[in-house]
């Protein structure tokens, strides 16, 4: 019985680390959480912004699981909507991976941050905690990631225990990298900031080639899930 227990917590995790992984490497919240750490009040904003991203991420997830939490029956109305629903993020997915490959900069061109982040270095408590929450509870991108991995997290049957400690891993396995950063500047002093930066600047240059990687890759799984759960 133990063993069961073990073998469905398994695979309750399992599927939801690809989708964590991309949430993880998503350029701007990094680019963001490294703006705000660079500030003037980056030892208070930083740690208010991971904690905004971390309960946003939280919340977004319980909620898909409170929604299909029938779908480990494969015959059940919340399986066939959330296979349904795969085929269709990851067929979008992969558009728009594409299209943004297609309108990517071209040589010479300059790699600039989105304007909303131009005053993160000055940004408030509350709208760091706001941003942190907004990002991961409200970026389609990252629902669409979010809503993927709480769905598989139900198709594998996890309950009570499991079912939290699924949800737990995949919330502080999508929040790694800002979690990463804010531990990494606390602790870390002048180099740190300098390594930090250089992370920013490199995410800056290379995000649309990280964003279209993680768009192409992801909507392939999961369409092919979809695909897969249709056929069953």
């Known amino acids: 019985m133990q063993f069961e227990g073990r073998a469905v917590l398994i695979q309750a995790v399992g599927p939801v680390l690809p989708a964590a992984l991309a949430v993880a490497l998503s350029p701007f919240?990094?680019?963001?959480?490294?703006?705000?750490?660079?500030?003037?009040?980056?030892?208070?904003n930083g740690p208010l912004f991971a904690a905004g991203w971390v309960a946003g991420l939280a919340i977004a997830a319980t909620l898909v699981v409170v929604v299909f939490g029938g779908a480990d029956d494969p015959d059940s109305?919340?399986?066939?909507?959330?296979?349904?629903?795969?085929?269709?993020?990851?067929?979008?997915?992969?558009?728009?991976g594409a299209r943004k490959w297609w309108r990517r900069p071209r040589a010479g061109?300059?790699?600039?941050?989105?304007r909303w982040m131009a005053s993160l270095d000055r940004a408030t408590a509350g709208r760091a905690l706001l941003l942190g929450a907004l990002l991961s509870?409200?970026?389609?991108?990252?629902?669409?990631?979010?809503?993927?991995?709480?769905?598989?997290?139900?198709?594998?049957g996890a309950h009570g225990a499991d079912l939290t400690v699924a949800v737990i891993a995949y919330v502080l396995i999508g929040s790694c990298t800002v979690l990463g950063a804010v531990i990494v500047h606390l602790v870390g002093g002048q180099r740190a900031a300098s390594f930090l930066d250089s992370v920013r600047q490199f995410?800056?240059?290379?995000?649309?080639?990280?964003?279209?990687?993680?768009?192409?890759?992801?909507?392939?799984?999961?369409?092919?899930?979809?695909?897969?759960?249709?056929?069953?």
Do not use: C, F, Q
């Open 77 to 96: 109305t919340s399986s066939a909507i959330a296979d349904w629903g795969r085929v269709l993020v990851g067929a979008a997915l992969i558009v728009l």
């Open 29 to 44: 919240p990094l680019i963001g959480i490294v703006l705000i750490l660079a500030g003037r009040h980056g030892r208070r």
């Open 203 to 232: 995410m800056v240059t290379n995000s649309t080639v990280i964003v279209v990687l993680v768009l192409l890759l992801l909507g392939a799984k999961i369409l092919g899930d979809g695909l897969t759960g249709l056929g069953r």
């Open 109 to 114: 061109d300059e790699a600039e941050a989105p």
């Open 137 to 156: 509870g409200a970026n389609p991108k990252i629902l669409v990631l979010t809503a993927s991995a709480a769905t598989s997290i139900d198709e594998a």
